[in-house]
């Protein structure tokens, strides 16, 4: 299946500070798509994305996939309490989605 | 509230046992998925049906059965239980059209499975 790296691994950000992952693979990807798992629970689907250079914003959330279809970031403007967790990316289509192995976002009040 | 449920909700079992834990779905999604999760490893698929009656496995399938007898239901099931399986376990379930689910994966809350 697809292999994707995603970084950084954790991340640490004042309350009010920006922050981006990244998700970066060797081969052209069909889609990506992103989730949230909040810690102690599950992963929640964020967004997908298909089309080369496509950019998708969610409030303070934008979403990027680049122009060949082998990264795409998320970024979080101003950061929030309510922003800590697991920020994960999974690409692949019909039976074979991997995910990446997430970045880890703790705000600091 | 549409969604899945997993059952239990968290387990510690002897070494040797057979465990079997729980999916239910209630969204007719046609595909459904069993991933574990491990500290630094991410998610990783067990086993996956794309429809009532098929089932495939995934990444790490080994020590692992499933079944799919309707679309509700996708149970996991663990032969002999060994303490390399202890993590926690996903259900998921996801709707496909021609290539594309456009909402994701549905996740459960998970099991937590020790195994000691």
């Known amino acids: 299946g697809q292999q994707v790296m995603q970084i950084p691994q954790y991340q640490h950000v004042q309350e009010g500070e920006d922050f981006t992952t990244y998700c970066n693979s060797s081969?052209?990807?069909?889609?990506i798509q992103w989730y949230k798992q909040r810690p102690g629970g599950h992963p929640v689907f964020l967004i997908q994305l298909v089309k080369s250079g496509e950019v998708k914003k969610q409030k303070r959330l934008t979403f990027q996939f680049g122009e060949a279809k082998k990264n795409s970031s998320l970024h979080i403007t101003a950061t929030q309490t309510t922003d800590v967790g697991t920020y994960f990316c999974a690409v692949g289509g019909y039976q074979k989605v991997t995910f990446g192995t997430g970045t880890k976002l703790q705000v600091i009040p | 509230i549409a969604g899945i449920t997993q059952a239990p909700t968290s387990q510690i079992l002897a070494a040797g046992r057979r465990m079997t834990l729980r999916c239910t779905q209630d969204m007719r999604h046609n595909a459904m998925y069993w991933y574990r999760q491990d500290l630094g490893l991410g998610l990783r698929l067990i086993h996956y049906s794309n429809t009532a009656g098929t089932t495939g496995k995934g990444e790490v399938p080994d020590g692992y059965s499933v079944s799919r007898a309707n679309t509700d239901d996708f149970p996991l099931t663990l032969a002999s239980a060994v303490p390399s399986q202890t993590s926690v376990y996903f259900c998921?379930?996801?709707?496909?059209?021609?290539?594309?689910?456009?909402?994701?994966?549905?996740f459960g809350s998970g099991t937590r499975l020790t195994v000691v």
């Open positions: 998921a379930s996801s709707d496909w059209n021609r290539g594309f689910s456009p909402y994701g994966y549905t």
């Open positions: 081969t052209t990807l069909s889609n």
